[in-house]
Nanobody
């Protein structure tokens, strides 16, 4: 089993930046990918970005060029750098860890983009 702890998030003005962090613990040797999803009120949860063990990345079209996902394997941590934030990026962001034994989720962190 993999445990997931998120940090970051908060309130930012349009055009601003935030960085989310997510650290995995437990059975980390079975991890195959780390990523972020988000869920806005009244909408389904959607994949924002994901990075595999081979550093292959995939992004939601609406965040390409603005968000960057990266991971520090020594710290078992994945980051989501979010730049040029827009009000439509407002959502609860969830870290997702995909391992050989299944999927583990973080508790979620609120990101609000508003003036």
């Amino acid at each position: 089993q993999v445990q997931v702890v998120e940090s970051g998030g908060g309130l930012v003005q349009p055009g601003g930046s935030l960085r989310l962090s997510c650290t995995a613990s437990g059975n980390i040797f079975s991890i195959v990918a780390m990523g972020w999803h988000r869920q806005a009120p009244g909408k389904q949860r959607e994949l924002v970005a994901i990075v595999s063990n081979g550093n292959y990345t995939n992004y939601l079209d609406s965040v390409k060029g603005r968000f960057t996902i990266s991971r520090d394997n020594a710290k078992n941590t994945v980051y989501l750098q979010m730049n040029s934030l827009k009000p439509e990026d407002t959502a609860v962001y969830y870290c997702k860890i995909v391992s050989k034994s299944g999927v583990s989720w973080g508790q979620g962190t609120q990101v609000t983009v508003s003036s």
